[in-house]
């Protein structure tokens, strides 16, 4: 699992948007997301969240065991 959360975050003139659905997806690659921020349960290629009051949403990014390019895209 990467050591850092993945965040986005989501403004409209300056001011963060909440409650926005933002879909993460993994496009390249085998890797898997969750958004537990454990990393215990919930891990897929795709995830549907909202922002939070902040304007964020956050995943956690599990690398796959072969080599290669991942790219994920919110």
Not at 37 to 52: D, E, H, I, K, V
Request: charged share 10%; aromatic share 4%; hydrophobic share 45%.
């Amino acid at each position: 699992m990467a050591p850092q959360p993945l965040v986005i975050q989501l403004t409209k003139n300056a001011a963060p948007m909440a409650n926005v659905p933002v879909t993460f997806a993994v496009t390249d690659g085998n890797g898997l997301i969750t958004s537990d921020p454990t990393g215990a349960t919930g891990w897929a290629s795709t995830l549907a969240l909202q922002t939070g009051s902040d304007g964020r949403a956050a995943i956690r990014f599990k690398l796959p065991l072969a080599e290669g390019a991942n790219q994920i895209t919110a």
